[in-house]
């Protein structure tokens, strides 16, 4: 399998996108990974030499510049076709790789991932997908902020794409669906909420209706749809609360607590530590896009960027793309 990853996306590009990628290859022998490196062939190889590290496995396409969080997310299709992004995207269109990997700009991926790489047959919009941690494992959010304004048939989708990737990658048979809202009773919401609720609860998906916020993170479903909006203000409350509990409970048991006591305690600080530890998952899956695309988070390490590439691999080697076309191709649901 050939993972094209952008060598120069994400703040600790290109140094931490090499070793992860080393890592992958060394570590995933028996998947047969090979990478990609698109970005200033000449830098790149620089710090191969410079980090010591094995280039066993990894190749370099030369690519020119770089798309940043402050350029317009269109000129990847044309301006900056050739920056390192691009030039990953590229690979994957003209089928000299398999899967794309990113820490680079959201919107220039969401556009790369719709226009560049193409949509599914049939699906209105490609959601970010952010795999988080709950008591009872992890679940899918969706949408994680590409799409801020939706229709009821998208939310729908989200539901139906979210399900299979949920299935084929996450191993759970029967994946659980529930609509993010403000209450759990059937008539709660505005009118998105209303019109995505019909939609899901004849869908066949097994829906299991409304579900608020704060239930959540504590296993109420597998799957979880909304907006683009609602589900990033989310996303960031959730991320956001993880931090405060972890320097919470830090401060607590080493704070004033014996000595002896927080070394007792480690063991489960550490163990909830890595549950939230979003370089654990490696990112953001963009369903819906026609190529597995992977929004790593901004600031990876080598460790998230062997996790991206894994999971890349993943998404590739199970045909979910191929899956989820068959699912909208066939589903009975009002998907118009």
């Not at 609720?197 to 829906?207: A, D, I």
């Amino acid at each position: 399998m050939r993972i094209a990853i952008d060598a120069f996306g994400g703040d600790n590009a290109p140094d931490e996108v090499i070793k992860g990628a080393a890592e992958a290859v060394a570590e995933y022998k028996d998947r047969h990974i090979e990478v990609i490196l698109t970005g200033d062939e000449a830098k790149i190889k620089e710090r191969i030499a410079a980090l010591g590290v094995s280039s066993e496995g990894i190749t370099v396409e030369n690519a020119d510049g770089v798309i940043r969080i402050e350029d317009n997310p269109q000129d990847i299709r044309k301006a900056k076709a050739n920056c390192s992004m691009g030039r990953a995207f590229g690979l994957v269109n003209e089928g000299k790789a398999d899967a794309f990997v990113s820490a680079g700009s959201t919107a220039a991926i969401v556009v790369g991932g719709t226009v560049v790489a193409g949509r599914i047959k049939g699906v209105k919009r490609p959601s970010l997908v952010p795999i988080m941690p709950s008591i009872s494992g992890q679940y899918l959010l969706l949408d994680g902020g590409a799409n801020l304004e939706c229709r009821p048939e998208m939310l729908l989708q989200f539901g139906v794409m979210g399900s299979i990737y949920m299935k084929e990658l996450m191993g759970i048979s029967n994946p659980r669906v529930g609509l993010l809202n403000i209450g759990a009773e059937e008539e709660k919401g505005r009118e998105l909420e209303h019109g995505a609720y019909e939609l899901l609860k004849n869908s066949g998906l097994n829906f299991i209706g409304n579900v608020e916020a704060r239930d959540v993170p504590l296993g109420a479903c597998d799957v979880i749809v909304t907006d683009g909006f609602t589900g990033n203000i989310y996303l960031k409350a959730v991320e956001g609360m993880g931090k405060f509990m972890k320097r919470a409970l830090k401060e607590t048991i080493f704070g004033g607590a014996s000595k002896i006591g927080a070394v007792f305690a480690m063991g489960g600080i550490k163990k909830i530590s890595k549950q939230m530890d979003y370089r654990e998952v490696g990112g953001s899956p963009l369903l819906g896009s026609a190529k597995p695309v992977i929004k790593a988070h901004g600031s990876s390490d080598a460790l998230a960027f062997k996790n991206a590439i894994r999971q890349a691999n993943d998404f590739a080697e199970q045909d979910v793309i191929g899956k989820i076309a068959a699912a909208l191709a066939d589903y009975k649901g009002d998907t118009n």
